[in-house]
């Protein structure tokens, strides 16, 4: 594998400024070869430059042009074959089935967003056409549908080096609006990082487009990632880490001389909230599930389910113990990097130090730290503690899971209501606990952006109903989501289009529906493709 | 009339703080009885904390609940009848016959919105269903929709004092998407909002929604307003006014533990270009058009066209020249307040005192510094000076515009290019200017979020079409509009319900679709209502 470690600016390759820095595996701790540059703040002026004027062109793509693109990227990612996946593995230490599956997701999301813009529809186009003759004042011909915003900056993330990271559904989405995207890619995968980046600078080449609708450059966050946030060119961001990270990101974007959107993903706990019915019924099930959940990935992931409230009794107890059971015997295993794996060591000296928050089962195996290894670790407390210490309330992010048990359902609900903004809130219920689920859930619905019922929030679907987004600190922006089709409406605004004559309009817009699209007209969807077209082209003609 | 001056605070009326202040009729410049009472911190918080409670019960709400509250309020509000224009035209000085038709777009936009969530696809609904025999793992049940997002802020807006003001299209988008909403009312016209607050008030105790669905409370932005924003219950923020104001909110809301949006409009100039063809064709047309665009309402109006562009010649003095005679025969009127007409003349100081910057003509008659009227007047400066001094690119807020004469179409693009973001970007074009034209949209396309051609951007339609809302400065965020129906948009948010039984869902998400709108069934629209319901209804006996 021959991997040149510079900064990819459009078709330039870059060594940058005068840092440089290493990948490290994390199953040995040993730093991988070659060295990458860090980019400098004038390789980031340069990467906007283009990136802003790649836009003009980009953005009149059509979007057979843009799905062209998005699947020859796929391609492209394909045909790195092992390469890709032996790098990946080196540099994450994720399982090679994990990151074979993670590459199909990736694919798929290409190929999701691909279908979106081939289709047409989602820029969501309204007609309202003139009334000449209207008193007191005709009206005129208005017409409004969604445009790209501009170029996108994208984080990526290092808990899905693929799937969230340099060509995830973020780069994605960015490139489906229309807006061509800069990547500052995670140091702890560069390699990975730079693979896929000269798949997508390939695809983009291939595809007669302008370099500059596609850059990536490697630094540290605080650098070169505020640089990227705080450039003029830069119209919206992507990113998806720690609440520290997003909020500094946050900030950054809100004190620009125009601010600009930032649509971060940080930090969740996923609250799942078991009645008793529930309980009864299959408190062996629930602890299979919870453990599966809570160590799936090495519990590395956005949507793992970190606290699990219960109201007590004989059944919580043998949940409790099943659970214990289960984790006792989960096998230590790799994190990412030093530095995830040192944070979550450190959340759990912190929480085993908390008054009346007490250890109920950890891994019997012991971690190899020079393998950068975890144990599962599930902890317990009582529902006042938790009340009384918000330090309870942050996310620890590995294989962590804490048990709170409450007096009552009142007491469930008490701390339904002063959870903070999550991904998920899960509920679990049987028939009989349909009224206390259906008052706890009204209360999670304002703390959450996906709810659900007898199941495990791990696993996040890419379909058009997915909603990964909830109110802070689960993300910065609760309207919007990273994952399914209306991810890409994070990187588009409308534009309404007054009094156009047809030759004028975009295709979306004009009288005939060239592209066949799904359309408001006056209020109503245009019924019958044919039909409608009938109508604007008469009224056009009166015109 | 009988005013009480206090503040609404859902069914109470309270004195507030100690401070107290009277409207002024800006026909006369004197004061207008009774005494208004500005809240107090307390009444901030009281008036949120009554706003949250009543949420629970108000976004339970179904749409025809929420249209007829709508409606109600509609109805209150003309049942004022010329009490209401009578105190209006006292505060404001806006003609009468104005004010009656403001009233009439007030009470059609509570209509508009009432047929909105009546209908109730603007919910968004989309489901796919489960595939439980999915590899390698089984596809949940995911259904989508839009939810509101809780209380909202509203600031009324000095220069509708109906339509943008207590009742104006924030207050009834929020309402509609079933956010309880807290006004700041504008000092200006206290008397006027009462009155509306009062209707409204009456509106939610007649359609029995508790009464903290709407509160209004008196008092200076940066205290009260200010307060409202930073309140934690606080979800969101509609305000309509200056660039300091608006700016100065958007960072209060930025820099709070959880950040939350603001959908301030703040400032545009609304360009208007006007290309050889068209000057050629129409010259004298489009001095009236633009001496009646550039007067109406004062040039109070976020709309006004505030630059002209064009590429000088014979025609283009001819066009001055028609306008000079034309300004100088405009009466001077009264503004809404001595502050707005101080900041106007304090703009037209300013920019006469520019180097190179002439003037073109002014209203003959001299304004009445007591009945706070301000004159018309046309300014002129070359394209170079222009592109040099960016205090030429700020708003002045009145019947002013600046003549700008670039050396070519090349210099008009420049100009194009470099301006802020606008409300509506202008141009005039003949068949034979059509490539001028379209190059000039396409760099205006990414300034403003309407563009128009041929016509005058004053004149806000309100319909599904319509998108005023643009790029920062003229908005805070570009995404989302303020008039038309899509500005329910900006107060709701989607969740996604994973796993749940028909019993636990909102009827906008239920299998056989009670509630009868559009739907994305598995990414597709549902074609016919009773066939896909019927298809869901087995899909659903099988689970």
Not at 249 to 259: G, T
Not at 503 to 512: E, V, W
């Amino acid at each position: 594998m021959n991997l040149h470690g510079k900064n990819i600016i459009g078709d330039k390759l870059v060594a940058g400024g005068e840092e440089s820095f290493r990948a490290r595996n994390p199953l040995d701790n040993q730093p991988i070869e070659p060295e990458f540059y860090q980019a400098s703040l004038a390789n980031v002026d340069e990467a906007m430059e283009l990136a802003e004027a790649a836009f003009a062109r980009f953005s009149e793509t059509s979007g057979a042009a843009r799905a062209a693109l998005l699947e020859r990227i796929g391609e492209e990612i394909v045909a790195l074959g092992d390469t890709l996946i032996e790098r990946c593995h080196a540099e994450t230490g994720l399982p090679k089935d994990r990151l074979i599956g993670e590459r199909a997701r990736t694919v798929g999301q290409l190929k999701m967003f691909a279908d979106l813009v081939r289709e047409g529809s989602w820029v969501d186009a309204r007609i309202d056409t003139a009334q000449p003759d209207r008193k007191p004042v005709p009206k005129p011909d208005l017409r409004r549908m969604l445009i790209p915003l501009g170029p996108v900056v994208v984080f990526g993330a290092s808990n899905f080096p693929l799937a969230f990271s340099v060509a995830g559904g973020d780069t994605a989405s960015a490139l489906a609006a229309g807006c061509p995207v800069v990547v500052k890619g995670h140091e702890a995968h560069p390699g990975t990082s730079e693979l896929v980046a000269m798949a997508i600078r390939a695809a983009v080449a291939e595809s007669g487009l302008p370099a500059g609708v596609f850059s990536m450059l490697h630094g540290p966050g605080p650098v070169v990632g505020t640089a990227l946030v705080k450039h003029p060119h830069t119209r919206a961001v992507g990113f998806t880490g720690s609440s520290a990270g997003g909020r500094a990101l946050f900030n950054a974007a809100a004190s620009r001389p125009e601010p600009i959107p930032v649509f971060a993903e940080m930090s969740s706990l996923n609250p799942v909230f078991i009645l008793p019915g529930a309980l009864r019924e299959r408190g062996a099930a629930l602890a299979e599930g919870l453990k599966a959940s809570v160590t799936l990935g090495v519990g590395q992931f956005c949507t793992k389910p970190g606290l699990v409230f219960g109201t007590g009794g004989k059944d919580w107890d043998l949940l409790e113990q099943s659970l214990a059971r289960l984790i006792e015997e989960a096998i230590p295993a790799t994190m990412l990097h030093a530095g995830i794996r040192a944070s979550y060591e450190k959340g759990l000296v912190h929480a085993a130090q908390t008054e009346r928050v007490n250890l109920v089962a950890q891994s019997k195996q012991a971690p190899i730290a020079v393998k950068t290894q975890s144990e599962a670790v599930i902890m317990k407390t009582d529902a006042r503690t938790f009340l009384q210490k918000p330090e309870l309330s942050e996310e620890i992010f590995g294989p962590f899971a804490l048990l709170v048990t409450a007096q009552s359902l009142a007491e469930l609900e008490t701390i339904a209501r002063g959870l903070h903004g999550q991904l998920t809130a899960t509920i679990h219920a049987s028939p009989e606990d349909f009224p206390a689920a259906a008052l706890l859930l009204k209360i999670l619905e304002r703390k959450a952006g996906r709810l659900i019922i007898n199941g495990f929030p791990t696993g996040v679907e890419v379909c058009p109903s997915m909603h990964h987004g909830g109110p802070y600190p689960a993300t910065t922006d609760a309207r919007f989501t990273s994952v399914g089709t209306a991810a890409v409406l994070r990187f588009a605004r409308p534009v309404c289009f007054q009094n156009f004559a047809d030759a004028y309009l975009p295709g979306a817009l004009q009288n005939d529906n060239p592209l066949g699209i799904r359309r408001l007209v006056n209020g109503s969807p245009e019924i019958t493709m044919s039909h409608e077209s009938e109508n604007l082209r008469n009224r056009d003609a009166k015109r």
